[in-house]
C-alpha cells in the first residue's frame, strides 16, 4: 500500500495539520514504509476473533450524580493563548 | 550520597547523618555540572525542589514519617505538576504551566519525595531514541555519541548519571524498558490501570501507563508502591488493593517457572545481547527457577498492530491541541481552519505528525475495517499467546532489546527501523501485562538489558525474580564513567 502525495494533503487536512509543500513528498514515501509494515497484518487469521479495544475487561464505573468539581474557569482560562471577558478567541467565522 | 540506594537514603535521612536539603543540594549540583552533556532535564526546579526538601526535614525531626520522606526524583515531563511548566517535549506545550497536579505528582509529593526537575523526553511520548524531543536530543551517560533510549530518556540518563536518584516514566510500547535497557537500568511498567493516568498526557489511552526507573528492584518496588493504587479521577484505574512489593522481594525462588519464548531469540537478535540473557537464565537456575521454552507465535505481529492502535489512539488524544485553549497557537490565522492548520502544523514535530497521519488514515472511511478492525482482532490473539503461555509458567523471561545503545542520527531518517526497536517490549502493552527490564551484562562495554514479563497484576513476583537476580550479580551496581 502506497500512499500518493495527493492523498498525503488530504489526510494532513482530516488531521488539520498545514504542511509546507517540500514535506509532503517525503512523508508519502515514509507513511507508505509504515504501511507496508502494517500490511503483514493481512496475513494474519483472525476468522471469528473477536476484536480487543482494551486489555482490562472492565465496563465503566458509575459514580453518584452529584457536583463533585471545583469551578476553575479562571485559572483554565489564563493558559490560554487568547480570552476576553471569559471568553475564547478565535478568528471570525461568521461574516 | 548519589550511589546510595533508597534504602540507605531513607536510613541516613532518618539518622539525620545527613538532611533533605543537603541531599537534594548535592543533586542540584550535580545537575548543573554534568547535565549540560546529557540534556536531562527540560526543567530544573530548585527553589521547589529546596522548600520541599526543609518540609521534608521539619517531618523528619519530628519523627515518624514514610521511606520515601526526602528523597528527590525527576518527574518525566508528560506529568502535570501545578504551577510548573509541563512540555511532554514539544512545542506545542513549550508555553503550557499545568494548572493541576497528575494524581502521581501529587501521591509522590504527599510521600514527602522532593521533585528536581522535569525530564526530557520524546515529543508526546513518540520515539524510541530521545532524539524528537522539541529540547533536543538526550545523550546515553554510558557513551555521550549514543541515545538513552525513549521515549523515557531524560528520566533514564539522569538516574544512571546519578542526576536523580529515582525517575518515573511512561511505557506505551516499551519507553520505559527499552531506555531502562539502554543505560544499565530497572525500569517497571506494571498492568494496566494499576497506577493513574489522571494527568499523565495522553498519546495512546488503551496502552499508555505509568512506571519508575531505579537502579535497583528494591528501589522501583519502594517507589511503585506509593505510585499505584486505585484513582476514581482515572477511570480505566483499577478497584483492586496494592500488593505489598517490598516485603515480596525476599522470597526465594525455589519453584519459579520461567519460560523462554522461542520467538524472542529468532533472526534479528545481536549474539552478544543473547549470550548475556542465556547467562542470565543459569543465574535464575541456580537460584532454583525451572525453565522450558514457550510460544508466543502471534508476538511478531505486534509492532504492525501497535502502528495501527497506537497512531489511531494518538490521532484522536492529539486532536485536543487547537491553538484555542492551550497550548501553540500560530499568528495572525485569518480562518478558524487555518488557525486549527497552522497551530498544529507549528506545533507539532515530524514523528508526532507522521502518526497523526497514519491514525487519521486508518480510521478514515473505507480504510477502518482493513487496518483499525484488523489490528484489534491481532491485538486478541496477542493478548491470548499470553494467557496460554502464564497457564504453564510463572514469568517469560527475554531479551529487552535487539542490541545495545545505537548511535545518535543512526536511525531518525527510517521511521520503520526506530519502530522495530520495540520489538520485544510492545505485545506487553498490547496485552495489558506488566514487564520489566533489568540489566543482565554488557556488550562492546555497553549495557544489556533483560525483560520480565508476568501476568496481570503479577509486578510483586517480578520484582521479587529481579531482585533475587540482584543479589546474584552485580551488573546494576556499575557506574559510567565521567559520572562517578
Known sequence: MSLSPEQIKQVAHLARLSLPPEKVEPYARQLSNILELVGQLSNAATDDVAPMAHPLDMVQRLRPDAVTEEDRRDAFQAIAPAVENGLYLVPKVIE | MHKLSLKQLSDSLKARQFSSRELTQHFLDRIGR???????????????????????????????????????????????????????????????V???????????????????????????AM???????????????????????????????????GLAPVATATDTGGSIRQPAALTNLTGIKPTYGRVSRYGMIAFASSLDQAGVVAHSAEDAALV????????????????????????ALGAPL?????????????????????????????????????????????????????????????????????GVRYGHRTEGAKTLQELYERSRGEGFGAEVQRRIMVGTYVLSHGYYDAYYLKAQKVRRLIYDDFRRAFAEVDLVLGPTAQNVAFKLGDKTDDPVAMYLNDIYTIAANLA????????????????????????FFDEARMLNAAHQYQQATDFHKRWPKGFA
Not at chain 2, 226 to 236: E, I, K, Q, V
Not at chain 2, 285 to 293: D, H, P
Not at chain 2, 436 to 446: R, V
Open chain 2, 98 to 124: 499545568a494548572p493541576y497536579d497528575a494524581t502521581i505528582v501529587e501521591k509522590l509529593d504527599g510521600a514527602g519525595m522532593v521533585m528536581l526537575g522535569k525530564a526530557n523526553m520524546d515529543e508526546f
Open chain 2, 127 to 161: 520515539g524510541s531514541s530521545n532524539e524528537t524531543s522539541w529540547y533536543g536530543p538526550v545523550k546515553n551517560p554510558w557513551d555521550l555519541e549514543r541515545v538513552p533510549g525513549g521515549s523515557s530518556g531524560g528520566s533514564v540518563a539522569a538516574v544512571a548519571a
Open chain 2, 34 to 96: 554534568h547535565d549540560p552533556a546529557l540534556n536531562a532535564y527540560v526543567t530544573v526546579t530548585a527553589e521547589r525542589a529546596l522548600r520541599q526538601a526543609d518540609a521534608a526535614d521539619a517531618r523528619l525531626a519530628a519523627g515518624g514519617t514514610g521511606v520515601l520522606t526526602g528523597i528527590p526524583l525527576a518527574q518525566k515531563d508528560i506529568f502535570c505538576t501545578l504551577g510548573v511548566k509541563t512540555s511532554c517535549g514539544s512545542r506545542m506545550l513549550d508555553r503550557f
Open chain 2, 254 to 322: 525455589r519453584g519459579l517457572r520461567i519460560g523462554l519464548p522461542k520467538e524472542y531469540f529468532a533472526e534479528g537478535l545481536d549474539a552478544g545481547v543473547r549470550g548475556c540473557i542465556e547467562a542470565a537464565v543459569k543465574v535464575f537456575e541456580s537460584l532454583g527457577a525451572t525453565v522450558k521454552e514457550v510460544s508466543l507465535p502471534n508476538a511478531p505481529l505486534s509492532v504492525p498492530t501497535y502502528y495501527v492502535v497506537a497512531p489511531a489512539e494518538a490521532s484522536s488524544n492529539l486532536a485536543r491541541f487547537d
Open chain 2, 432 to 455: 495489558g501485562i506488566p514487564a520489566m527490564s533489568l540489566p543482565c551484562g554488557f556488550h562492546q562495554d555497553l549495557p544489556v538489558g533483560m525483560q520480565l514479563m508476568g501476568n
Open chain 2, 224 to 247: 511503585l508502591q506509593a505510585m499505584a493504587g486505585f484513582d476514581p479521577r482515572d477511570s480505566t484505574s483499577v478497584e483492586r488493593p496494592v500488593d505489598d512489593y517490598t516485603a
